[in-house]
């Protein structure tokens, strides 16, 4: 969905950020969790976070073609980039944790990546092959 359609995409990962940031909201209670997002040490978080889905979700509606589809995967990076960056700094451990979770992330991931790297690479000689007539 990504590569055919990022408005759709980032449309949906906005408002799915949002329920995320809901569910902390709920956890913490809706005051706190607010009024933390506004110390100063968090506030440059914050307005990131918010900059980038207002920006995206801005992106999405006036700006179409292949500027547009730049834009928005731009602006989809930079809050997916945020959020990580509030996963790091308002979660206890966070830092800790995060590199847990990415190093046990990656372990699962490695032979996906390793068979999808083959599969392409096989594709990839197949297509030059074909084009340059020698298979």
């Not at 995320?20 to 009024?35: N, R």
């Given at each position: ?21 809901g569910?902390f ?67 206890p ?13 990656y ?29």
């Amino acid at each position: 969905m990504i590569y055919i359609r990022p408005q759709k995409f980032a449309l949906s990962f906005t408002f799915g950020s949002l329920m995320f940031m809901g569910s902390f909201a709920i956890l913490k209670g809706p005051y706190a969790h607010f009024m933390g997002m506004l110390v100063p040490e968090r506030l440059p978080f914050t307005i990131v976070y918010f900059g980038s889905m207002l920006a995206t979700l801005f992106f999405t509606f006036t700006v179409g073609g292949a500027l547009g589809y730049i834009v928005v995967m731009a602006c989809s990076a930079a809050q997916l980039l945020a959020l990580m960056w509030y996963l790091v700094t308002f979660l206890p451990g966070g830092a800790a944790g995060m590199q847990m979770l990415t190093s046990a992330i990656y372990v699962m991931m490695k032979p996906v990546i390793i068979a999808c790297t083959k599969c392409w690479a096989m594709f990839l000689t197949r297509v030059v092959g074909r084009v340059t007539g020698s298979g």
